[in-house]
């Protein structure tokens, strides 16, 4: 907890009891240390200079790009691209890949409960070229419908799919899907949205099988402005360049220019130095706790946030019943007694009285909350710095809310 | 806790002219995808005023609230008033501070009745 300098103030006199990871983790002071080290002593750009600084800088940023590469089983560094957050890379796969290869009446499969940033690309591009979008249901656990996945795919040329759900919690089982998947279609290129799965279990791509792997810096401890995408190396070979400009060029004539190879293909312009170094340095700190042990810490935090909030009079909560099938991602609804939704923006506001922050609203997934027939939903979601002292806060300021409300 | 009054709860609980009209002279649906709240507000009006307005919403306590009290407060008011109010006429009538973000729960009302009217200015 020390580790966290935000978790050190107080506002209103009150300490704050921070239930909203999903959204953005808060940053731990190596991570911050790093980043400000880079302002102060050598913030030279990258790939450029022949001094000592610059050096220095690229020196720093490759480490970064090879410490997340491990950090999440990738075979080569190179296959690590530099972005700007998880919609970001979603979007160059959406733009290159699935422009250049995704052709009239071909099929791309999702699913209901995506983020918008692994939904809006695909409903887009499938619309622009008149492709099918086919868009896989819940199970009456809010796990994703294995049979209707399995048989969507079957045709189909692009699989985007999310690895933990940010509003249910849902873990799928990336890994026997895509084993399943492959037998049934071995040509697809599956995408995986790991925005909510890189900060809370361990990931390994390589075991996974997956094509593309998406994911934010600064949902991990790292700082915001930095985000990954990784992809085999057979397919950034392939693929056009997002972004035309600095640093991604070999040669450029009048009439025609030459590129990188990757990842530098992707990464035009100068890039987010200080934010790779963070994210480098997040990366240690969470390789310093364990990745197995991070998802442990939650997953029994989480099974005693299900255990509380159940207990609660009139609420609802949303995704698998059993901690083990799910991330520590708690969303729910309050009602009062005559079966009325308490509005989530009251019950957030109520709880911020007390400086616990949870969000509300559709958490970027309103086909979802279409398909749960909400309008809204509070969510509460715990990282390591969590305690069984925030979720006691959390019930606390629920009680509240039904006492206002009722 | 100041945005939750006792009175912004009792407009919330029991909003005043919470219903429908019959014939109106204009009706608008207001929507604010950021929480979902919806409103439809129908007016009434002759002689240039608003003779009654109705309202009916899906929404957070301080949406409902404040198209409760605005419900009241604009009764009987000219077209030519109405179109005046602004973001601190609100917040003087619900005598609550709000964030940015729940202000637009509180003007949500206000903005969908001047459409009302506008659309019945411009049609009639």
């Known amino acids: 907890m020390a580790d966290f300098p935000l978790l050190n103030t107080t506002i209103k006199d009150k300490r704050i009891v921070y239930l909203d990871s999903t959204a953005t983790a808060l940053k731990p002071q190596i991570v911050l240390d790093a980043m400000d080290r880079y302002y102060r002593e050598y913030s030279a750009n990258v790939f450029r200079g022949l001094y000592d600084i610059s050096e220095r800088a690229t020196a720093e940023f490759e480490k970064a790009r090879e410490k997340i590469a491990k950090f999440i089983g990738a075979a080569i560094s190179r296959e690590v691209i530099f972005a700007r957050n998880a919609s970001e890379a979603l979007n160059l796969v959406a733009s290159t890949w699935g422009k250049e290869n995704i052709k009239k009446n071909d099929v791309v499969v999702t699913t209901i409960m995506e983020h918008h940033s692994n939904f809006v690309p695909w409903q887009q591009l499938t619309a622009e070229k008149g492709a099918i979008l086919k868009v896989v249901g819940l199970d009456l656990d809010y796990k994703l419908d294995?049979?209707?996945?399995?048989?969507?795919?079957?045709?189909?040329?692009?699989?985007?799919?999310?690895?933990?759900?940010?509003?249910?919690?849902?873990?799928?089982?990336?890994?026997?899907?895509?084993?399943?998947?492959?037998?049934?279609?071995s040509d697809i290129v599956i995408v995986v949205d790991g925005a909510q799965s890189v900060p809370h279990i361990p990931v390994n791509v390589r075991a996974l099988d997956c094509d593309f792997f998406a994911f934010s810096g600064h949902k991990m401890l790292g700082p915001t402005g930095i985000g990954v995408l990784w992809g085999k190396l057979k397919y950034l070979k392939q693929m056009s360049p997002y972004m035309y400009g600095g640093e991604m060029i070999k040669q450029v004539y009048l009439t025609k220019s030459t590129f990188q190879e990757p990842p530098l293909k992707f990464e035009a312009g100068t890039p987010d130095i200080a934010g790779a170094i963070g994210l480098g340095a997040a990366v240690d700190y969470l390789n310093s706790i364990g990745m197995d042990n991070v998802r442990k810490y939650e997953e029994e935090l989480t099974e005693l946030a299900l255990l509380k909030l159940s207990k609660l009079p009139n609420i609802k909560i949303y995704g698998p019943k059993k901690a083990s099938s799910r991330c520590g991602v708690v969303a729910f609804n309050l009602f009062n007694k005559d079966k009325v939704l308490i509005h989530p923006h009251d019950v957030a506001q109520v709880l911020n009285e007390d400086n616990v922050c949870v969000r509300s609203g559709h958490h970027c997934a309103m086909p979802l909350h279409d398909n749960l027939n909400v309008v809204a939903t509070t969510r509460a979601s715990f990282y390591i710095y969590n305690t069984k002292r925030d979720v006691d806060a959390l019930v606390l300021g629920l009680k509240k809310v039904i006492d206002i409300f009722s | 806790m100041d945005i939750y009054r006792e009175n912004i709860l009792d407009h919330y609980r029991n909003p005043r002219n919470n219903g429908n009209i019959n014939n109106p002279d204009a009706s608008e649906v207001g929507f604010n995808p950021l929480c979902g709240d919806r409103i439809k507000i129908q007016v009434k009006v002759e002689g240039g005023k608003l003779q009654d307005i109705q309202f009916k919403a899906q929404g957070c306590a301080v949406s409902i609230a404040t198209a409760s009290m605005?419900?009241?407060?604009?009764?009987?008011?000219?077209?030519?008033?109405?179109?005046?109010?602004?973001?601190?006429?609100?917040?003087?009538?619900?005598?609550?501070?709000?964030?940015?973000?729940?202000?637009?729960?509180?003007?949500?009302?206000?903005?969908?009745?001047?459409?009302?009217?506008?659309?019945?200015?411009?049609?009639?």
């Open chain 2, 70 to 124: 605005l419900s009241e407060y604009a009764q009987g008011m000219s077209l030519d008033n109405l179109r005046k109010l602004s973001k601190d006429d609100i917040l003087e009538l619900v005598g609550i501070s709000l964030s940015p973000t729940r202000l637009k729960c509180a003007l949500l009302s206000l903005k969908t009745l001047q459409r009302a009217v506008k659309k019945l200015q411009k049609g009639g």
């Open chain 1, 146 to 185: 294995e049979a209707e996945l399995l048989s969507a795919v079957k045709e189909a040329k692009l699989l985007a799919l999310t690895h933990i759900s940010n509003v249910l919690g849902t873990i799928n089982p990336i890994r026997s899907l895509i084993k399943k998947i492959r037998k049934i279609n």
